[in-house]
């Protein structure tokens, strides 16, 4: 397919996340720029058009040592870490909530939602703010690693379990280079409706 | 009681009025250009909708002519959507001659209150069988609205001008949003402000900086008050739709009541608006049902045969006072004795004092009611209404006396999106308390805790008062160095939360939280402050609660 895996866009691993998310979409832009170009000399526009229909462009992370991705259409922004306000009385996989420009929004631990072992924070770690049915939601990751584009010829189905992940929370797997990148079903995971079925994972 | 004061009403009624004729306007225009194509159901619907505001409007106004015409009206698309009859040209002058009526009505209502536009001949001809302009014109008895105005007169509407703007509300709550960011951002330029002062250098441009941070602040402070203000409505508009409701009530009871308003003006914030409707028309209910007395009964008392209940509003601080009172029968505290046996033992009752006693018929399954009636008496009611008012962060008190009648006084909040704030520190957490329910605050003395069946209490002038630790109910950390009791709640439904710190009041924006965080018992909602950080804000009703759900009533008295 036309991705070239050489041409990745490497995230900065500090900076203002908004400025972060900018530039790479902005190269990532250019990717595709490049690639639209020579494909347009290579096929003929149909084909071109299938191929382009077909492209996950996504913004991807580390939760431990796995890498994950989103849609980044989910993505609003990426932000640093400062803190939250814990909510007593809350699901465990929240973590609290936080001030994002004047609207409090809850910080959600996915690994604590998917039953990985809690990592601590470090400098790299950061909130993915994400949109879920309509509000904003931010996810806690270990660092945020790249925007790349991923043909979905090369994503495979979730199987079952992945690295200690219950398949349900998985779209998909995207090979790269020999790189694993689990693509996360955002609703599943940002879903409330997904406490029962934790708590039924828990109780077995 | 037909004759209630709606004069203050009539600008609001015309202005609804004519903006349900426009949505009738245009769906006829609609209605027409697809007269070809069958009904839209859809759009009659929605037009129906319009119709039936109007009409029960109007009849809420007392303009009755119109009410009947509008009835025969929604008669007409009634028919239409069961499609017994058809859209052809007749039918549809019929309507835009039905729609010129309304808006003659309204212009005669306009230049005169106390007009009642008699609108017989026009609604005969609406409902017979088919256009019949005879009926319109002629009449000598009935000269009608429509022969007063002529053909030119008919579009002036046009020209109209409204000085009412209705806004989503979303949107006056998005600018609230944003006047709180600017706070936040205050606050920083006053940090930086300080700092350069403080530095000492370049003073002339210190100064000049104090200057603009001090009118920005001015500035800030105005905007949030503005937008307040823009979301406050006069309490009018929920009292509005009682009269009607006593009046029905009344008649069903065979009593006679007179209802009167009294602060009517007062404004309150459209969140508080929209919230105490509910409980006013239980207590209103109440006061039909269980207070005012039949004439009979009445003049066997040597009262007036007709009963009074008056609703005041008044603004006090930060709170709005809200009375419904009654000159009826009043509570009778042997009754709420007796039905208490069976509920509390006999010797906590003689010990409650007659306003205990009182305080009783807020307890869930108490009715004291004779008749289980359609109206109220279904041992639901008062518990839900305190329950509801405490929840906006109110509190509602009652004070009876036998055959004077009984007194309702509720007392809220005037918005729900600002508070007077104590915050309180316990472990390394903040949190705010609202002022309204703190009562005072005191120093931890080494010693004053006894232990009551396992439960930390002190002895606070003679009464036992419970204490929470705010750190273990929130698990926030070990407490440290010297402690504060804040007491909070009301008479004798009080508790101590032991804190590890005052840090003074404030006034915090209350924002909801996500309900993705789930329903969190004692907490309120949450804050940010002004460096940005949030704070929850504890509902001080549901710590109460859970705190006295596992304690018998011998220890709350």
């Known amino acids: 397919m036309a991705d070239n895996p050489e041409k990745k866009v490497i995230l900065p691993s500090s900076g203002l996340a908004e400025e972060i998310l900018g530039a790479a979409s902005e190269a990532a832009g250019e990717i595709q720029a490049e690639t639209g170009s020579e494909a347009a000399g290579a096929r003929n526009p149909e084909q071109d058009a299938a191929a382009a229909e077909e492209m996950l462009h996504l913004v991807t992370f580390f939760l431990g040592s796995e890498e994950y991705a989103l849609e980044i259409f989910r993505v609003q922004e990426i932000i640093r870490v400062t803190g939250w306000t814990r909510v007593p009385n809350a699901p465990e996989f929240i973590k609290g909530v936080i001030n994002l420009r004047g609207r409090i929004i809850p910080v959600l631990d996915p690994r604590l939602k998917m039953l990985l072992a809690e990592t601590a924070l470090t400098k790299n770690s950061r909130i993915v703010v994400v949109e879920v049915s309509g509000k904003l939601l931010g996810m806690l990751v270990d660092s945020v690693h790249q925007v790349l584009k991923l043909s979905s010829g090369v994503v495979e189905p979730p199987p079952e379990e992945v690295a200690g992940v219950d398949g349900s929370y998985i779209r998909g797997v995207g090979k790269l280079d020999g790189r694993l990148i689990i693509l996360l079903d955002l609703d599943r995971v940002a879903g409330k409706e997904a406490r029962a079925a934790q708590a039924a994972v828990a109780e077995q | ?557």
């Open chain 2, 1 to 557: 009681m037909e004759d209630f004061d709606v004069s203050g009403l009539i600008k609001e009624y015309l202005d609804d009025a004519r903006g349900h004729l426009d949505r009738l306007d245009s769906a006829l225009l609609e209605l027409e250009k697809e007269a070809g194509r069958g009904v839209d159901v859809e759009l009659v619907s929605e037009l129906l909708g319009a119709l039936h505001t109007l009409k029960g409007n109007s009849g809420m106004m007392g303009f009755t002519g119109i009410q009947q015409f509008v009835h025969k009206l929604e008669g007409l698309f009634k028919m239409l959507l069961e499609g017994s009859c058809m859209v052809d040209d007749a039918l549809m002058e019929r309507f835009f001659d039905a729609a010129g009526t309304l808006r003659g009505a309204l212009e005669q209502i306009e230049q005169d209150p106390k007009a009642h536009p008699d609108l017989a001949a026009e609604t005969a001809a609406l409902a017979g069988p088919g256009p019949q302009p005879q009926a319109t014109n002629g009449g000598e008895e009935a000269p009608g609205v429509k022969a007063a105005r002529s053909k030119a007169d008919s579009f002036r509407y046009i020209g109209e001008k409204t000085n009412i703007l209705k806004v989503d509300f979303e949107r006056l709550d998005h600018l609230l949003n944003l006047a709180g960011e600017l706070v936040i951002h205050r606050t920083k330029l006053t940090q930086v402000d300080a700092r350069l002062s403080e530095s000492g250098q370049d003073r002339e441009i210190a100064s000049e900086l104090s200057e603009a941070t001090a009118l920005i602040h001015k500035s800030i402070s105005d905007l949030q008050e503005a937008i307040m203000k823009v979301r406050m409505l006069p309490i009018r508009h929920v009292l509005q739709r009682f009269p009607r409701m006593v009046r029905d009530l009344a008649k069903d009871k065979g009593k006679e009541i007179n209802l009167t308003f009294r602060g009517e003006d007062t404004e309150l914030d459209k969140t508080v608006i929209d919230e105490i409707g509910e409980p006013l028309i239980h207590l209103i209910r109440n006061a039909v049902d269980h207070g005012i007395e039949t004439p009979q009964e009445r003049a066997g008392k040597d009262k007036s045969p007709v009963g009074e209940i008056t609703i005041t509003a008044a603004q006090e601080g930060n709170n709005i006072i809200i009375t419904v009172s009654d000159n009826g029968s009043g509570i009778d505290v042997e009754r709420i004795k007796e039905k208490a046996e069976a509920i509390y033992p006999p010797e906590v009752l003689d010990s409650m004092g007659r306003e205990n006693l009182l305080e009783l018929i807020f307890e869930a399954g108490f009715s004291t009611a004779r008749q289980v009636t359609e109206v109220s008496g279904r041992g639901v009611g008062l518990d839900v209404v305190k329950k509801n008012i405490s929840r906006l962060g109110g509190i509602v008190e009652v004070t009876s006396e036998k055959d004077a009648g009984t007194t309702f006084t509720i007392k809220l909040p005037l918005t729900l999106a600002i508070i007077s704030a104590l915050m309180v520190r316990a472990g390394m957490e903040l949190f705010a308390l609202p002022l309204s329910s703190v009562i005072e605050s005191l120093k931890l003395e080494q010693g004053a805790i006894h232990l009551i069946n396992g439960r930390e209490v002190i002895m606070l002038r003679d009464r036992v008062l419970p204490l929470i630790r705010l750190s273990d109910a929130f698990g926030s950390g070990a407490p440290s160095g010297r402690q504060y009791i804040v007491v909070v709640g009301r008479a004798e439904k009080k508790i101590g939360l032991i804190v590890d710190g005052l840090m003074g009041r404030q006034e915090v924006v209350i924002k909801a939280l996500d309900d993705y965080v789930g329903e969190s018992k004692g907490i309120a909602g949450a804050t940010i402050l002004g460096d940005g950080r949030v704070v929850l804000i504890l509902d001080v009703a549901g710590l109460i609660d859970s705190e006295y759900a596992g304690n018998s009533m011998k220890e709350v008295c």
